[in-house]
C-alpha cells in the first residue's frame, strides 16, 4: 500500500507506505530517510500542535498524523506500521477517504489477541476560554462535536456518531478539512501552508464556497469530528467513552488525551471478553487487526 503526495503545513513531497504490524504493536510511525528511526502515535509523542497534530521523539518529528490515524482508528485497525521519507503525511484530498481506500484494497487481518480498550472510570472535562472538550463514561465509542463559525455556509454545526460498524466510512472519512480564502495569505507568510491548494481543502470565500459542491451540507463539523478521533488515536488503544466537544481543535484534543494518560485512576484497560459488542460485529471482530501484507 504506498501513496504519495506533498504535506499541508511543510508542501515537503512525501511516499507513505502502510505495512502489517503484530499484534500489540500498535500504530508505529517509521521515517525511511532516518535509518529508519520510529515514533509510536501514543501521547507521550505528542509535540507541538498548533493547525495540525505533530509527534517527536528525540528531536525527529512526524506532522500531521490525524487524517490517518483517524482512518486506522474509524476502520478498527490496532496495528500498522507506516513509513515516510520525510517529516509530513500527505494531504491528499484534506480527507481521510484516500486512506480509507488504500486500507480497503489491503484488506484488514484479524489477529490473535484480544483487542485491548481504554474505559474511562470517571469524567474528565478540559476547558480553555469558550472552547471544551469532555468524555464520559460510557459502553461504546461515541463522539458529539459542535462548531460555530461565523460564516453562512458554517454558523452553528453539531454532528453525533457512534463508531461501530461503518459509520465511520459512510458518515466521517470523505469530510475535507477547510479554509478561508481571506486568510490564506498571512498563514503561507507564516509558513503553516506551504502545501495546500484547492485539491486539498475546501476553499471558503467570505460568503460562499470557491471549490463547491460539499460532499455532506455539513461537511465542515464532520471533518472536526475525522480530526478528533484521529487525535484521540493516540491514546494508544481503542476508547470506551462518549465524547462530546465544543469548538474545541487539535490543541484541547490532545491536552484531552495527556489528562487521560497521566492519571491512571481516570480509566481501566479492558479487552474485548468484557467489553459490549459495538452493532453489528461478531465478536471476532474485536481482535486486533493490522492491515494484510500489501
Ligand atoms: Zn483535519
Known amino acids: 500500500m504506498e ?5 499541508l503545513h511543510s508542501g515537503a513531497p512525501v511516499k507513505l507506505r ?31 500542535v498548533s493547525y495540525a497534530t505533530s509527534l517527536m521523539k528525540k528531536g525527529v518529528l512526524i506532522s500531521t ?22 517529516l509530513e503525511l500527505p494531504i491528499l484530498d484534506g480527507s481521510a477517504q484516500p486512506y480509507v481506500e ?10 490473535r489477541r484480544l483487542r485491548s480498550y481504554l474505559r474511562l472510570r470517571k469524567e474528565v472535562e478540559v476547558r480553555e476560554g469558550d472552547k471544551f472538550i469532555a468524555v464520559y463514561p460510557a459502553e461504546k465509542y461515541s463522539v458529539a462535536y459542535s462548531i460555530n463559525f461565523p460564516h453562512p455556509l458554517i454558523g452553528k454545526e453539531t454532528f453525533e456518531v457512534e463508531l461501530s460498524g461503518d459509520a465511520y466510512c459512510r458518515e466521517i472519512a470523505a469530510a475535507r478539512t477547510f479554509g478561508f480564502r481571506h486568510e490564506e495569505q498571512a498563514m503561507r507568510n507564516m509558513g503553516l501552508i506551504r502545501g495546500a491548494s ?14 463547491g459542491p460539499l ?17 484521540l488515536a493516540l491514546l494508544g488503544r481503542r476508547l470506551l467513552g462518549r465524547v462530546v466537544a465544543d469548538r474545541a481543535g487539535h490543541a484541547l484534543h ?16 479492558a479487552t474485548a471478553d468484557e467489553t459490549a459488542s459495538p452493532a453489528g460485529e461478531g465478536p471476532e471482530k474485536h481482535q486486533g487487526t493490522a492491515p494484510a501484507v500489501p
Open 3 to 7: 501513496t504519495s503526495g506533498v504535506g
Open 18 to 48: 502502510i505495512l502489517p504490524a503484530p499484534a500489540g504493536a500498535g500504530v508505529v510511525f517509521r521515517r525511511v530517510d532516518l535509518d529508519g528511526f520510529e515514533i509510536e502515535a501514543v501521547g507521550r509523542n505528542v509535540a507541538r
Open 215 to 231: 460532499r455532506f451540507p455539513d461537511e465542515f463539523v464532520r471533518h472536526k469530528v475525522l480530526d478528533l478521533i484521529g487525535d
Open 102 to 111: 488504500m486500507i480497503r484494497k489491503a484488506g484488514i487481518k484479524r489477529q
Open 65 to 86: 498524523t490525524e487524517h490517518l490515524l483517524s482512518a486506522f482508528m474509524g476502520m478498527g485497525v490496532d496495528n500498522a506500521i507506516v513509513e515516510l521519507n520525510n
Open 198 to 211: 484547492s485539491e486539498s481543502c475546501i476553499v471558503l470565500t467570505r460568503d460562499g464556497i470557491e471549490n
Open 254 to 269: 490532545t491536552a484531552l488525551v495527556s489528562r487521560i494518560l497521566r492519571d491512571h485512576s481516570l480509566w481501566e484497560e
